[in-house]
């Protein structure tokens, strides 16, 4: 049996359906109108530490965090030349990092040592000396061991954090550690890797860390951390 009449009409039939449903769109769009996206799911950001996150999104301020507090401010490029009044340890813009030393504020004595891919919790002391302060490279304001805390994707124009641990001399003279876990609103840095991140989406930096107590500079194991079954700290 010739096989073409049977296509022929198997092609008439979808070509019909489609035209159908079509035509039932077209006169009940206000229907497909109202019917809301489904809601964008975020990705959460889990470590069993605690976690602050930063709004760095505007590049012409600064977002400053004091970590003993817990607090943060902002304030503009204009001020970031007449920093010595304030109690705070890092600054954030976008990429950039600065801390409360140096050429920054050489009243500050906020500093820090790059430690490297080491195993967050396995980090216990903050070591004696080392601590790298702000200075002034081609005009820009650059602590050395802070600059190259990310990877820049090429392909995708996109940020990831190379998740570097961080030990810091805080300004009050406490002990911390930290690592930069994420720099995306609601993506995870290595879903960028094949997805290009949007602007809006970037600049929420999200760290993990733990400070030693005042006069330490033993780091303590976290509450969660010590638990055969820790629930996980998440951000999103």
Known sequence: ????????????????????????????????????????????????????????????SWTLVNFSSGKTRQVSEDEINNLNQSDWDLGFSRTKIISNGGKTNPSGNTGVINLGLSNFDDVKTAPDSGYIQDHRSLGNLVNKSLAGWYNYRTRTHNIESKRNVY????????????????????????????????????????????????GSKVFPVTRYAQNAHPINNSIE
């Open 167 to 214: 030990a810091l001399k805080l300004n009050d003279g406490s002990f911390m550690k930290m690592r930069i876990l994420n720099y995306y609103c609601g993506q995870k840095d290595e879903e960028c890797r094949t997805m290009m991140c949007t602007r809006e989406e970037a600049a929420c930096l999200t760290i993990e860390y733990v400070m030693a107590q005042p």
């Open 1 to 60: 049996m010739n096989p073409t009449p049977r296509i022929f009409l198997m092609l008439l039939g979808a070509t019909l359906v489609f035209h159908t449903a079509l035509s039932y769109m077209e006169t009940n769009i206000e229907d497909f109108e109202t019917v809301p996206l489904p809601p964008k799911k975020i990705k959460k950001i889990s470590t069993n530490n605690p976690i602050i996150k930063i709004d760095a999104k505007d590049r012409d």
